[in-house]
C-alpha cells in the first residue's frame, strides 16, 4: 500500500531524529532502554500496525 509506505518513511524519518536526540542526552544504558520503548511504540506493534488497520478500514470502507 502506497500511503501506508509513505506515511511510514515520514514516520521513520522523525524517528530517526528522535533517537539522535535520545542518543546525544543519555548514556548508553539509558539510551538502549529509551529506543526500545521509541521503536516499540513507532514500530511494527505500535503505531504502524494501528496505521495499517485505520487505512484498511477507510479503504474497505470507499470500495465496498
Known amino acids: 500500500m502506497v500511503v501506508f509506505e509513505s506515511i511510514t518513511r515520514l514516520i521513520n524519518k ?6 539522535l ?3 546525544s542526552a543519555l548514556n ?7 529506543r526500545k520503548l521509541v521503536l516499540d511504540e513507532f514500530g511494527r506493534s505500535g503505531l504502524a500496525k494501528e ?8 479503504h474497505k470502507d470507499r470500495h465496498g
Open 28 to 34: 548508553s544504558s539509558q539510551f538502549e532502554a529509551f
Open 51 to 58: 496505521l495499517e488497520r485505520v487505512l484498511d478500514e477507510h
Open 14 to 19: 522523525r524517528v530517526n531524529r528522535v533517537l
Open 21 to 23: 536526540f535520545g542518543q
